[in-house]
């Protein structure tokens, strides 16, 4: 089944306590389609990039099985960069810098292959541009979207309008907290579910996600990673694992879903091991499999029997 | 199977956003017994009390099934008292007036009665005074203990000593960080497990638990309450209904430990709903069974296929 991802391709310079990384290959949609293409044949990627922007990283993300002719090259300007360090408990992110560039003009183009890919990701961007891509579709069965406080804060009627189109969102505990304007994450879900989306994921970092659909809370776990070497992308190839899933489980029920964020949380969990995309150019499915029953390990509640009877 | 908690019988003041209670019973060996006792016949509280501790509270304690001669009556002043006030949203805790009163100069006698108890739980005090009720007990099976950033601060020399002669720790998120030192908690956990302790319990608040044994990590949800009236005492409480599970399991495995932190959370998970220790007065049997259950629909990961199959 096929995926389409609409999002950034970008230049991250990151900065972790275990080194650093220049201007090399990030952005939502990257991590979205590095991650589904694992699950997928067909994942198309519809994104801008400027004049600098160099041939490998296309080539790349091609003979990864990446649809590429929904990137866009736009000559007027650089692709959209961006700066960050991570402090030592590697929570707190500070950005060093956003050059926009192309990006501020971007006005996605979903070329004719991907118009009837059957789940959509719309990575985090202008609420704008998110609907300006959805209205170039045929009709999919699953839209899947991610936000941010940036959009939540300064273009909320936008944002309430993307909102109404989707069937699902994606973002994290304190985006939820104010998009809601609630601090108890469970009402806070109720409030957003109320706003359009059916299936709400609240990912909470290291302490796991959340997943709320019609009158079932499922909380799944995070991987107890020792050494977290680059948090950058985990939202994204969260995202990409989940839809990966769903679009190869061809099922969007309850446990479907369920499983859909194991797979999301165990891709998420792969993808900070090694700097920006580069462990998910080497993941094995056995890999993958491994790593989804240790979830299961994790938060396995053995049998318990009624306390009169123990 | 018997269990002994030592820790502080209290009377305290509390405000929420839901209102204000004036000079309850409260106090950690008070949470500890009162939900233990669900699990066990035999719970029996050591701590003191002045002289201004009504002796409703020491009836209500007894008639609630916990064997109260370890309670001490220090004549040469008032009980302590603890005041606080929760903010908005009930993760932040104010603390407005400790008075610790006869806690000062505590030194407990654990009765003849309690001296063979299998189990211990020893509720946040000096980890001298821990130390003290410890050597008054006959080879206890299992020793459990909690601790706070004070002692961590200020004796961490006697904390260690304490840690030493415990088999189960169980603290909170930032108090594991702290203790070790380390911001990764599964580092954490590893660095505290060596100080001591063959067996870590995490506490995260909202964010569940994690219980670390031998080789194995184990992630239990917290349940997803909308909401919650007064946080006061969730943490002695879980200890209570992880010391009751194992009391009554007599079992002290992987399996059995992880049941228990399943019972600690649910126990936790009803404190809050009331003020005080109020809910913990009124539990059924059946009402705890539920709960139980619902913890496990909360964090089950359906059946899942290897991607080869899918």
């Known amino acids: ?48 990039v400027g004049t600098d922007f160099p041939t490998e990283h296309v080539d790349l993300l091609q003979s990864n099985g990446v649809w590429m002719d929904g990137l866009e090259r736009d000559e007027r300007g650089d692709t959209f960069a961006w700066e960050g360090r991570y402090s030592y408990d590697l929570n707190d992110r500070e950005t060093l ?18 118009r009837a890919s059957r789940i959509v990701c719309l990575g985090n961007l202008d609420p704008s541009t998110q609907r300006e891509a959805l209205s170039q579709l045929d009709r999919p069965d699953l839209v899947i979207c991610d936000t941010m406080n940036y959009w939540i804060e300064r273009t909320p009627e936008s944002l309430t309008a993307t ?78 694992g989940f839809a990966g899933y769903l679009s190869l489980s061809r099922d969007y029920s309850s446990d479907a879903l369920r499983k859909a964020v194991v797979y999301g949380s165990a891709m998420a969990s792969f993808v900070v091991e090694k700097f920006g995309a580069d462990r998910l150019l080497e993941l094995s499915e056995d890999e993958i499999d491994q790593r989804v029953h240790n979830f299961r390990l994790l938060s396995e509640i053995p049998k318990i029997d009624p306390l009169r009877i123990l």
């Open 1 to 48: 089944m096929s995926i389409v991802a609409v999002g950034t391709v970008a230049l991250d310079t990151i900065e972790t306590p275990f080194g650093r990384a220049e201007n090399i290959l990030g952005g939502s949609a990257t991590y979205i389609c590095l991650a589904a293409r694992y699950f997928s044949p067909e994942i198309h990627l519809v994104a801008v």
């Open 97 to 114: 810098a956003t050059h926009l560039n192309v990006l501020t003009d971007f006005s996605p183009h979903v070329p004719v292959s991907a």
């Open 163 to 240: 909102l109404k189109l989707i069937d699902c969102l994606i973002i994290n505990d304190s985006e939820a907290r104010q998009l809601a304007d609630e601090p108890n994450l469970i009402k806070a879900a109720s409030v957003i579910r109320q706003m359009g989306p059916e299936i709400l994921v609240i990912k909470k970092g290291e302490h796991g996600a959340l997943l709320f659909t019609d009158g079932s809370v499922f909380s799944a776990p995070a991987f107890p990673l020792e050494d977290i070497y680059d948090p950058t992308g985990a939202g994204d190839t969260f995202m990409g």
